[in-house]
């Protein structure tokens, strides 16, 4: 039952391709329905992606579900993205079920297990829905890869289980969207097909009603109503980015943040905060280019995978490029697997991260790195120790580290020391993330390398973003089509 003990009603976006602004699209619709007194609740059945957040309940959930719940008014739990899949080489994945590690598997034998993970899915929708009037669905990919359609947990094969409408979002920025549409119409079958009931245009440049005849042509070749034409958000990159192709350099002020793109680059949401300060810049490090040597501080972020990008941040140069701003009194942060990269070795007796062995790490911190199979998952309050500075962030790791360097921990969380510091004090490695986002800590830890930062207030500038993303889908969408088209669950 959902808020007032009213029937919970549901509606499912799914998208006509990968990156077609589904996320934002429905933290959007989530800000908008609370804001006019709904309970929303917003549901991923499965997503993938190595930027997670931990959830109130202990587990992890991709970030876009946990941005989508503070859209909505309301605290991340697991059952908001039950089937989280966090890449961890080319061909394989760690699966993480309902909050919690489930398997490592090859893509080709997760397609064999997704029909097993159907009911637990559905089981957490049906405990979602009991807490809500209108849960919005969110899918994955696009329905129209429809060699993946058996035994599909993302797209229609949920809305069939879970007896869901469809609107189906196409992203005109990319071109062809009128074959976007009309395409997935053709190669979906009729029951399939049947499920979408209304269409939206997302990201146009210009005057919209230069698309009218688009509409019509999109309409009269699938059967299905048009929700409107959402032109291009100029603020959504202020909201923290959910995947790794969204995360870019950022000009902004003097003060200049190097940050080398790791290969499976992790919970990088740290970045957002520093990328949306007006007094900082972020520059990210592509490999084949080399650290800048006029950066102020190299941050180097979480991995999925510390060993393998350990080895290409050697391969990439960046070694060298790191010890060269080191000693000409550069700073440098590692957070999470940055941190454990910054030590002078990381063990992997049980074959955690591959074969079993110990790794070199860069050497720039007295520290040594455990891999143990136990990941800790933490929402963390923190003190920044020279200042008082507090910060509310998280952990989510796999790996202990220790050595003499911890001696000069500089957080102290939930009454521990946390972190370690190299003599000079100028290279530091954590494993709390969020850190950037209080702006207290930002201007202070900031402070101790000249910058003058930290005034900006990221919080505030999220919600007043997710606001404004409201108000933008209200003036240009149909939100009571859309919200008139959601079915009782």
Known sequence: MGKGDAVARAIMIQGAGSNVGKSVFVAGLARAYARRGLSVAPFKPQNMSNNAA?????????????????????????????????????????VILQGKRFATLKARDYGRAKASLLPPVLDSFRRLAATADLVLVEGAGSPAEINLRAGDIANMGFAE??????????????????????????????????????????????????????????????????????????????LPAEDVMDIASRPGGAFRVAVPRLSRIANFDDLDPLSADPDVTVDIIEPGRPLPGDADLVL???????????????????????????????????????????????????????????????????????MKPEKRLALTEAVYAPTGARVTGYEIHLGTTEGP?????????????????????????????????????????????????????????????????????????????ILSLAAPV
């Not at 946990?66 to 061909?91: G, I, S, Y």
């Not at 700073?331 to 070199?360: K, N, S």
Request: include cysteine.
């Open 161 to 238: 289980a879970a007896g869901l409408p469809v609107v189906l979002v196409g992203d005109i920025d990319r071109g062809g969207v009128i074959a976007q549409l009309v395409g997935t119409h053709a190669v979906l079958d009729v029951a399939d097909s049947a499920r979408i009931k209304a269409f939206a245009i997302n990201k146009f440049r210009g005057d919209v009603s230069l698309f009218d005849e688009g509409l019509t042509a999109i309409a009269q070749r699938t059967g299905w109503a048009s929700v409107g034409v959402l032109p291009w958000f100029d603020e959504a990159w202020r």
């Open 300 to 370: 180097i972020p979480g991995s999925k995978s510390t060993i393998a990008d350990l080895h290409a941040f050697r391969q990439a140069g960046w070694d060298i490029d790191l010890a060269a701003h080191i000693r000409r009194g550069g700073h440098v942060l590692g957070i999470c697997g940055g941190y454990q990269m910054l030590g002078r070795r990381i063990a992997d007796p049980e074959g955690i991260e591959g074969r079993p062995g110990t790794h070199e790490g860069l050497g720039h911190l007295d520290v040594e790195t455990s």
């Open 405 to 481: 360097d911890t001696g000069r921990a500089w957080l102290n969380v939930d009454g521990r020391p946390e972190g370690a510091a190299n003599a000079s004090g100028r290279v530091r490695g954590c494993y709390l993330h969020g850190l950037f986002a209080a702006g207290a800590f930002r201007r202070d830890y900031l402070a101790t390398m000249g910058a003058q930062a930290g005034s900006f207030d990221h919080d505030e500038s999220v919600d007043s973003t997710l606001d404004g993303l409201a108000s933008h889908l209200e003036r240009h969408l149909d939100l009571d089509l």
């Open 54 to 94: 931990v959830t109130i309940d202990g587990g992890e959930i991709g970030r876009a579900q946990a941005l989508q719940a503070r859209a909505a008014f309301r605290d991340p739990v697991t059952d908001m993205n039950p089937v989280l899949l966090k890449p961890e080489t080319d061909v394989g994945a760690q």
